[in-house]
């Protein structure tokens, strides 16, 4: 038997999941709220950021959305809070908090 990946979850039985060796779909981590597993979280002050657009492209999640050449808020769902974009952000407009909030 072998699982649809959009309808896997949490609460989905071992023994209903493929085997390994029998992967038939490639998954997505948009289908699931992975920010649960951050044990921190990057804070964007905004007053900071001067739109650099250095943090975007190193986030391994995809969890800083750009549009019209302007970074948005964190997309917590995602965001697993590794870190990396406060360490590249120049300005200090990113900082780590310890916990798994939603930046508050």
């Known amino acids: 038997m072998r699982t649809d990946i ?7 039985p ?6 390994g060796l029998m992967v038939f ?6 289908l ?13 002050h905004e007053d ?9 492209p190193v986030c391994p999640d995809g969890s800083i959305p750009v549009k ?4 948005g808020a964190f997309d917590y769902d995602h965001c697993k809070g590794c870190g990396i974009c406060e360490r590249v952000c120049p300005f200090g407009a990113i900082e780590m908090k ?5 930046g508050n």
């Open 6 to 12: 959009t309808k896997i979850n949490e609460k989905s």
């Open 32 to 44: 699931f709220h992975t920010g649960e597993w951050r044990t921190n979280t990057p804070v964007f």
């Open 48 to 56: 900071l950021c001067k739109q650099c657009l250095l943090c975007a």
């Open 14 to 19: 071992h023994t209903e999941l493929t085997e």
């Open 98 to 102: 310890e916990g798994n909030t939603n």
């Open 68 to 71: 019209d050449s302007k970074r």
């Open 25 to 30: 779909a490639g998954g997505t981590s948009r």
